[in-house]
């Protein structure tokens, strides 16, 4: 191939692999998956850019987009990790980040305990001044009374501040003289501002969003400055995007200025891709299943569309938007697809608990030192070698030969931790791990489903990640799902979604107001004066005013209510009309969601949200190319599917050994990133778009 063709890069990180995949000028699809390189993450990148590079001939210059998700600011937070910050607020609020709300994930567990804030006490620092609940202010702030705060704050070598003073989303103009004179004094420590972060009310969410976003910055634009720079030192100066939680793409430079948007970017970048390709094939209702290395993440596509919230848990075992269970990890009030998320992936340790129940996850053996099977020194077993155990990976290594693995290593981790102390048999225990990871993955898929009044056996079961297609079709039966679908490259999938996602810019205001009695100029200003500031910073990035597109959403509650929904706002500007169909939309999904409508017809708006979009699909005309060769796969190979059926010798094929016509299982799909299992009472077939069809017979 010509080096003066461009290529567009996306690149996804995860706890065990980095995947990449690379879009040519006439729309070929390349893939590659490296281990990922947690001491320095940026690592693993270069290296598997340069090596496809050189391996096609092609100058890292003529690289055109690198498009990018990264697992940095989560693990920053579950690790404890990030910069040493300090807490700005109004005085007498101190202690709002302690205090949280009212919620137990664990209503029984007597020994659970909140996690530990991210700002000690010590560096929550109160700040004389107040505003009223409009924005009039009741006591004015005294810059010079913040003089012996900053010397404090320079002697105790905090890297990042958090100011978040009451009620500023009405009024910032306090807010604004705290950051302005902190980033005079203090230029190397980085100011995270609250009506910068979150102008909305509720005044924990709000502060924990802003801490969080300043706990995470300094390590963020650190690794953003040397991803950059070892870009360069490849020979490509390509611009570099981000994918948000809210599943679009914005620059390095915003990223590194309000990072909390992407916590949760890598997740986003799956569900992306599967609402693209969902559309593609005309399933308009479908359930995601993402399932890596180190985590499984679900999420749910209705009606074309994918389904957001706008509050997120973070740090926890089970990072959720979920409505049902909160309070056990770090509060985000940010607009995140909606995804769950669970410590259930190929990496995750399987052990016996005190009660002699067998456990699986969180704790992972990640990339390093890695499952039994890898041979770099964990003892523990994990789902992996669980899979290997019975017969559903490839016996001697993974990733089309890269990646050696040793069967009897993974076997006597099993036997040893698990077969042993339970009294099972080797393949029982190891067949015992793949269902408590199946388990642990119908939690995930029930959290935005069920929970949310919608029943998973009117979804099709999309399954990605280089685990996911192993657990696909035990995961559909337990929910009685009856088709699965797996996409081609489905290892790699979240990093193509990288290159099918738009730019995004998300902006909300609170407004607080009665839909009765709406002003609904001043309303339509709010939604004005937001796409304005929208559309200047897609500008600032190099985008035409007229390639931006915009969509209103609002979020309502029946009044007296302490919760809302989002509904969106098909009319822009808004009308009387349009007021009316929203509280229409409301109440429909305020009834599917909790079985029942309120009684009062009055309702509040509360906050008005606003979606700048520049569209950005990656051209994929040209397919996927078979340039990574799947070797070491026997015709047959032994697999284990329980006692109901035994030990079966199975059929292992190529995808493009199905056809259209649907083939009876047990059989193995190998490919390059992952084995799709077949389980008996299960047929595929392969679709138009060379997608593995699995129906699941039922009775």
């Known amino acids: 191939m010509s080096g003066e063709h461009p290529l567009r890069v996306g690149v996804d990180i995860g706890g065990t692999f980095t995947d990449i995949v690379f879009v040519m000028a006439d729309g070929t699809l390349h893939k590659r998956k490296v281990p990922s390189t947690p001491a320095d993450y940026s690592t693993a990148i270069i290296e598997g850019i340069s090596a496809f590079c050189a391996e096609h001939g092609i100058a890292a210059s003529r690289i055109a987009e690198v498009q990018h998700a990264t697992t940095v600011a989560t693990n920053a937070i579950l690790e404890r990790k990030g910069a040493r910050t300090a807490l700005l607020t109004t005085e007498g609020f101190r202690d709002?980040?302690?205090?949280?709300?009212?919620?137990?994930?664990?209503?029984?567990?007597?020994?659970?305990?909140?996690?530990?804030?991210?700002?000690?006490?010590?560096?929550?620092?109160?700040?004389?001044?107040?505003?009223?609940?409009?924005?009039?202010?009741?006591?004015?702030?005294?810059?010079?009374?913040?003089?012996?705060?900053?010397?404090?704050?320079?002697?105790?070598?905090?890297?990042?501040?958090?100011?978040?003073?009451?009620?500023?989303?009405?009024?910032?103009?306090?807010?604004?003289?705290?950051?302005?004179?902190?980033?005079?004094?203090?230029?190397?420590?980085?100011?995270?501002?609250?009506?910068?972060?979150?102008?909305?009310?509720?005044e924990f969410e709000r502060t924990s969003t802003t801490v969080v976003n300043a706990y995470v910055a300094p390590l963020i634009a650190r690794y953003l400055t040397a991803l950059r720079a070892r870009l360069e030192e490849l020979g490509t100066k390509a611009p570099l995007l981000v994918m948000q939680s809210n599943g679009g793409l914005i620059s390095a430079t915003v990223?590194?200025?309000?990072?909390?948007?992407?916590?949760?970017?890598?997740?986003?970048?799956?569900?992306?891709?599967?609402?693209?390709?969902?559309?593609?094939?005309?399933?308009?209702?479908?359930?995601?299943?993402?399932?890596?290395?180190?985590?499984?993440?679900?999420?749910?596509?209705?009606?074309?569309?994918?389904?957001?919230?706008?509050?997120?848990?973070?740090?926890?075992?089970?990072?959720?938007?979920?409505?049902?269970?909160?309070?056990?990890?770090?509060?985000?009030?940010?607009?995140?697809?909606?995804?769950?998320?669970?410590?259930?992936?190929?990496?995750?340790?399987?052990?016996?608990?005190?009660?002699?129940?067998?456990?699986?996850?969180?704790?992972?053996?990640?990339?390093?030192?890695?499952?039994?099977?890898?041979?770099?020194?964990?003892?523990?077993?994990?789902?992996?070698?669980?899979?290997?155990?019975?017969?559903?990976?490839?016996?001697?290594?993974?990733?089309?030969?890269?990646?050696?693995?040793?069967?009897?290593?993974?076997?006597?981790?099993?036997?040893?931790?698990?077969?042993?102390?339970?009294?099972?048999?080797?393949?029982?225990?190891?067949?015992?791990?793949?269902?408590?990871?199946?388990?642990?993955?119908?939690?995930?898929?029930?959290?935005?489903?069920v929970e949310r009044g919608r029943d998973p056996a009117e979804f099709v079961l999309m399954v990605f990640g280089g685990a996911g297609p192993i657990h696909a079709a035990g995961v559909a039966r337990e929910l009685g799902i009856k088709r699965v679908m797996v996409p081609p490259a489905p290892g790699v999938f979240s990093a193509f979604g990288l290159l099918r996602a738009d730019v995004e810019q998300h902006a909300a205001r609170t407004i607080l107001t009665s839909s009765s009695d709406l002003d609904l100029a001043a309303l339509n200003a709010v939604f004005a004066q937001m796409r304005a500031e929208l559309t200047g910073i897609l500008v600032d990035e190099g985008y035409t005013a007229d390639a931006v597109s915009v969509t209103a959403h609002v979020d309502m509650r029946y009044r007296g209510q302490s919760s809302e929904i989002t509904v969106s706002l098909q009319q822009f500007p808004v009308t009387e009309a349009e007021v009316r169909l929203a509280e229409q939309r409301f109440e429909e999904e305020f009834e599917r969601t909790y079985g029942h409508r309120g009684q009062s017809k009055a309702f509040e708006l509360v906050t008005a949200r606003l979606i700048a979009s520049v569209a950005r699909h990656a051209d994929a005309s040209g397919g996927w190319a078979d340039d990574r060769p799947v070797t070491g796969a026997a015709a047959q190979r032994s697999l284990y599917f329980g006692q109901d059926h035994g030990q079966v010798s199975t059929p292992v094929i190529g995808r493009a050994d199905l056809t259209p016509q649907p083939r009876s299982g047990p059989l193995v799909v190998h490919e390059y990133d992952t084995s799709v299992i077949v389980p008996p009472g299960c047929s595929a077939s392969l679709d138009s778009h060379g997608n593995i069809v699995i129906d699941v017979h039922y009775g």
């Open 255 to 449: 990223a590194a200025q309000r990072p909390v948007t992407i916590i949760e970017s890598g997740p986003a970048a799956g569900v992306v891709a599967a609402l693209r390709l969902a559309r593609d094939c005309g399933y308009p209702d479908v359930l995601t299943l993402d399932m890596g290395g180190t985590t499984t993440k679900a999420s749910i596509i209705e009606q074309g569309e994918i389904l957001r919230a706008t509050e997120y848990e973070v740090g926890s075992a089970v990072s959720i938007s979920s409505r049902l269970m909160r309070g056990n990890g770090y509060v985000l009030r940010i607009p995140v697809i909606d995804i769950s998320e669970v410590g259930a992936g190929g990496g995750s340790i399987a052990a016996i608990d005190s009660g002699g129940s067998l456990r699986v996850g969180p704790r992972s053996a990640g990339a390093s030192p890695g499952p039994a099977c890898y041979r770099q020194g964990n003892e523990f077993p994990t789902v992996t070698d669980a899979n290997l155990v019975v017969g559903y990976l490839n016996s001697d290594s993974l990733a089309g030969g890269s990646i050696p693995i040793s069967r009897e290593l993974a076997e006597v981790a099993v036997q040893m931790h698990v077969a042993e102390p339970s009294g099972l048999s080797l393949l029982e225990a190891a067949h015992g791990i793949h269902l408590v990871a199946n388990s642990n993955m119908v939690r995930a898929i029930k959290s935005v489903s």
């Open 96 to 202: 709002v980040l302690e205090l949280r709300r009212i919620r137990i994930p664990m209503s029984y567990d007597l020994d659970w305990q909140k996690p530990l804030p991210l700002v000690e006490r010590e560096w929550r620092i109160e700040v004389r001044e107040r505003l009223d609940a409009q924005g009039k202010v009741l006591t004015e702030l005294d810059p010079r009374a913040l003089e012996p705060v900053i010397d404090s704050l320079r002697a105790g070598d905090i890297e990042a501040v958090a100011v978040c003073l009451l009620h500023s989303y009405r009024n910032p103009q306090h807010e604004i003289t705290v950051v302005d004179l902190l980033r005079e004094r203090l230029p190397s420590v980085y100011v995270s501002a609250s009506h910068y972060v979150l102008p909305e009310m509720l």
